[in-house]
C-alpha cells in the first residue's frame, strides 16, 4: 500500500486528474490516485487492510516479529532510479552484477520501476497488525504438520526489494538473506528485476494484488488407507507427446489455467542450487522462473555446519496463486543446452491471467506449484536405470519411506483437500483442475517411468476430482531418455536421441523398446476402471527381478 498524509485535490502536478478524485482517500500523481492507509483500488474507494490478508495456520504458530536491520524507508530514499550509475552509487554490493542484469533486461521498461520499488518500500505497516516489524514464522517447525501462511503480491514485493537492496532480518540465519548474500550469478537478479518489473506494471494505486499460499498439506497412514479404500474411478489422463522442436508450453511453463505444475523436488525445494542460478535439474532451475517460491524461504532458517549454503524449505510442500516471471522454461534439451530452460526476458505475454476466490475472499490465481520428492533407487548403473532394467526400481515399498506405495501416498497427499485444514481445501478446489507433470519419480533419482507413472495416476485419482497433463519428452532435462519407453516401439525408436540419452550403445537401447504394451495401451486397457483395480493389478503382479530385468512393468499389469 502507498500511504501519504496528504490529501487529493483531484488532479497531479501535471494536470492530469485522477479518477473520482481519489475519493478523498489519497493524493494525485501524474494521473494515479496514491492512497491512503487501509484504502486502495483505482480510485481508492476499497476498504483494505493488510490485517486480513496476512494470514497463517495453524493459529498456535510462534510469531517472531522482527525488525529490519536497515528501515525500508531509508533504502527508499536511495532510490532516486533503477540506473546502474544510481545502483553503482548507492548499492555498490550489487552494482557489477547489476549492471550486466540491466543490460541484459535493455529491452525492457524500468520507467516505472523506481518510483514502484520507492512505493513498496515506503509502505508503512505492510503487516499492520505486527507494527513496523516482520511476522517471522518457522514454516520448516511450525507447519511439520500441517499449515500455511497466506500473503499477497505486494506483501512479497516488499520482501524482495528489501533483500535485494542489501536489507536483512535481525534475526540471525535468516535464509533469503543467506541466498542473497551468497549468490554472485546474474540468473538470481534477472528473475527477482523480473518480478518486480511485471507487478510495476500490474499493482497500481496502492493494491495489493492477489494472494500467495505456501502450504503443506499431511496424511496419515491410516487417512491415507482410509482414501485410497473409498477410491473411484481412475482420473482422465491428457497425454502431449513433447518434441525438441517443440516451442509450445509445456507444464513447466505454467501457461494453462487450473494446473499445478509438479517440481521434481529434493528433500528440501531448490535442490541443490542455492536459489541462484539455472541447472540441469528442474527442481534447482524452476526456482528462477518461479521466484514468488523463493521469497517464500524468509520464513526459514539454515543451519551452519554440513551445509550453511542450502537453506530450504523442506518439502512437501505446495504454493497456491504462484505465476512465471521468466521466459523461457520448458523441460526439453535441445540445441545442446544442458540446462532445463533460458532465462531470455521477463514473461509479461504468457501469463496465468484468471484469479478465483481465495481466503478471506481474496482473490487469487489458478496457478500453482507442488514440489515433493519421489522415493529414489539403489540403481548405480545409469544406463539399466535409463532402460528401466534395474531392479531396485520395482520396489513396491511402503507408506513410510520407500518405493512404489510411498510415492502413491505423497501423490495423494499433495493433491487431497482433506491434507489442508478445511477453509484452504476449499480454495484448492478452486485453484486446481488437473496436475501438469513430467517424468516424476523418474528423474534423477533413476525411478522406472512405467512404474513411476502407475504411481501418480493412483495416487491422484485417490486425492480427487482432477485430470492429469501427462507431457512425455524426447529428452527431459533428467534421466534423458527414459520416458521414451512409455511409447510403442516405432515412436520409442524415433524418440531416443543419441545426442541427449546416457547409453553408450544406442543399439543396447533400441532393443528395449517395444519391450511390452505402451502407454497408450495401458490406458485403454485400464479406461473407466476402478483405482483399486489398477492398484491391486500392481501389487499382485510386479515382482522383483533379476538384472537385468527382461520383462517391462506394463507387460506385468497388462490385461
Given at each position: 500500500m502507498i500511504y501519504f498524509a496528504t490529501r487529493s485535490n483531484g488532479g497531479g502536478g501535471d494536470g492530469k486528474k485522477c479518477p473520482n478524485n481519489c475519493s478523498n482517500n489519497g493524493s494525485c500523481t501524474n494521473g494515479i490516485c496514491n492512497c491512503i492507509k487501509n484504502y486502495c483500488g483505482k480510485d481508492c474507494s476499497v476498504s483494505c487492510s493488510s490485517t486480513n490478508i496476512f494470514i497463517f495456520s495453524p493459529k498456535t504458530a510462534k510469531v517472531q516479529p522482527t525488525d529490519w536491520k536497515i528501515d525500508p524507508k531509508t533504502l527508499a530514499g536511495k532510490i532516486t532510479d533503477m540506473s546502474p550509475a544510481n545502483i553503482q552509487k548507492e548499492f555498490p554490493n550489487i552494482s557489477d552484477r547489476y549492471s550486466k542484469t540491466y543490460n541484459l533486461l535493455g529491452k525492457e521498461d524500468f520507467s516505472k520501476l523506481g518510483s514502484f520499488v520507492k512505493s513498496v518500500l515506503n509502505w508503512d505497516s505492510p503487516f499492520s497488525e505486527y507494527g513496523n516489524k516482520f511476522p517471522y514464522i518457522n514454516f520448516n517447525n511450525d507447519m511439520r504438520s500441517g499449515g500455511y501462511i497466506a500473503l499477497t503480491q505486494r506483501h512479497l514485493a516488499f520482501i524482495c526489494a528489501n533483500t535485494l537492496f542489501g536489507n536483512t532480518l535481525s534475526m540471525t540465519n535468516n535464509s533469503l538473506s543467506k541466498v542473497a548474500a551468497d549468490c554472485t550469478n546474474t540468473d538470481q537478479l534477472f528473475s527477482w528485476l523480473s518480478f518486480l518489473l511485471v507487478l510495476s506494471q500490474e499493482l497500481i494505486s496502492g493494491d495489493f494484488g492477489t494472494l500467495v499460499i505456501m502450504s503443506r498439506g499431511v496424511l496419515t497412514d491410516d487417512a491415507f488407507t482410509a482414501l485410497r479404500n473409498k477410491a473411484g474411478q481412475l482420473i482422465n489422463v491428457n497425454v502431449t507427446r513433447y518434441r525438441e522442436s517443440d516451442t509450445s508450453p509445456d507444464f513447466m511453463s505454467m501457461?494453462?489455467?487450473?494446473?499445478?505444475?509438479?517440481?521434481?523436488?529434493?528433500?528440501?525445494?531448490?535442490?541443490?542450487?542455492?536459489?541462484?542460478?539455472?541447472?540441469?535439474?528442474?527442481?534447482?532451475?524452476?526456482?528462477?522462473?518461479?521466484?514468488?517460491?523463493?521469497?517464500?524461504?524468509?520464513?526459514?532458517?539454515?543451519?551452519?555446519?554440513?551445509?550453511?549454503?542450502?537453506?530450504?524449505?523442506?518439502?512437501?510442500?505446495?504454493?497456491?496463486?504462484?505465476?512465471?516471471?521468466?521466459?523461457?522454461?520448458?523441460?526439453?534439451?535441445?540445441?545442446?543446452?544442458?540446462?532445463?530452460?533460458?532465462?531470455?526476458?521477463?514473461?509479461?505475454?504468457?501469463?496465468?491471467?484468471?484469479?478465483?476466490?481465495?481466503?478471506?475472499?481474496?482473490?487469487?490465481?489458478?496457478?500453482?506449484?507442488?514440489?515433493?520428492?519421489?522415493?529414489?533407487?539403489?540403481?548405480?548403473?545409469?544406463?539399466?536405470?535409463?532402460?528401466?532394467?534395474?531392479?531396485?526400481?520395482?520396489?513396491?515399498?511402503?507408506?513410510?519411506?520407500?518405493?512404489?506405495?510411498?510415492?502413491?501416498?505423497?501423490?495423494?497427499?499433495?493433491?487431497?483437500?482433506?491434507?489442508?485444514?478445511?477453509?484452504?481445501?476449499?480454495?484448492?478446489?478452486?485453484?486446481?483442475?488437473?496436475?501438469?507433470?513430467?517424468?516424476?519419480?523418474?528423474?534423477?533419482?533413476?525411478?522406472?517411468?512405467?512404474?513411476?507413472?502407475?504411481?501418480?495416476?493412483?495416487?491422484?485419482?485417490?486425492?480427487?476430482?482432477?485430470?492429469?497433463?501427462?507431457?512425455?519428452?524426447?529428452?527431459?532435462?533428467?534421466?534423458?531418455?527414459?520416458?521414451?519407453?512409455?511409447?510403442?516401439k516405432d515412436d520409442c525408436l524415433e524418440c531416443l536421441k543419441p545426442h541427449y540419452i546416457g547409453v553408450k550403445n544406442l543399439d543396447d537401447a533400441n532393443k528395449q523398446c517395444g519391450n511390452g504394451p505402451s502407454l497408450s495401451n495401458i490406458l485403454s486397457m485400464y479406461k473407466n476402471d476402478q483405482v483399486n483395480s489398477l492398484y491391486q493389478k500392481v501389487m499382485d503382479n510386479v515382482k522383483p527381478c533379476t538384472e537385468p530385468c527382461t520383462v517391462s512393468v506394463f507387460s506385468q499389469i497388462k490385461k
Open positions: 501457461g494453462k489455467p487450473g494446473q499445478s505444475l509438479v517440481d521434481i523436488s529434493g528433500g528440501n525445494i531448490g535442490g541443490g542450487g542455492e536459489f541462484c542460478h539455472l541447472s540441469n535439474t528442474q527442481d534447482e532451475t524452476l526456482m528462477m522462473f518461479y521466484p514468488e517460491v523463493v521469497f517464500g524461504i524468509i520464513f526459514s532458517e539454515y543451519i551452519s555446519g554440513s551445509a550453511p549454503t542450502e537453506p530450504k524449505i523442506a518439502q512437501p510442500a505446495l504454493w497456491l496463486g504462484v505465476r512465471r516471471y521468466v521466459d523461457l522454461s520448458t523441460g526439453e534439451l535441445r540445441d545442446h543446452i544442458a540446462t532445463c530452460g533460458r532465462m531470455t526476458k521477463p514473461n509479461t505475454g504468457n501469463m496465468v491471467k484468471t484469479t478465483t476466490m481465495g481466503l478471506n475472499k481474496q482473490p487469487i490465481y489458478k496457478s500453482s506449484f507442488a514440489g515433493f520428492q519421489s522415493s529414489g533407487t539403489s540403481c548405480p548403473n545409469l544406463e539399466l536405470a535409463i532402460m528401466n532394467l534395474c531392479a531396485d526400481q520395482r520396489n513396491i515399498g511402503n507408506l513410510q519411506n520407500k518405493g512404489f506405495l510411498y510415492n502413491i501416498k505423497l501423490c495423494a497427499t499433495m493433491f487431497s483437500h482433506s491434507s489442508y485444514p478445511d477453509e484452504l481445501g476449499e480454495v484448492l478446489g478452486n485453484v486446481i483442475q488437473s496436475v501438469g507433470t513430467g517424468p516424476w519419480g523418474s528423474g534423477v533419482w533413476r525411478g522406472n517411468s512405467q512404474m513411476s507413472f502407475i504411481a501418480m495416476w493412483v495416487g491422484i485419482s485417490i486425492a480427487g476430482n482432477l485430470d492429469l497433463d501427462y507431457y512425455l519428452y524426447d529428452a527431459f532435462c533428467e534421466n534423458p531418455g527414459n520416458q521414451c519407453y512409455l511409447l510403442g
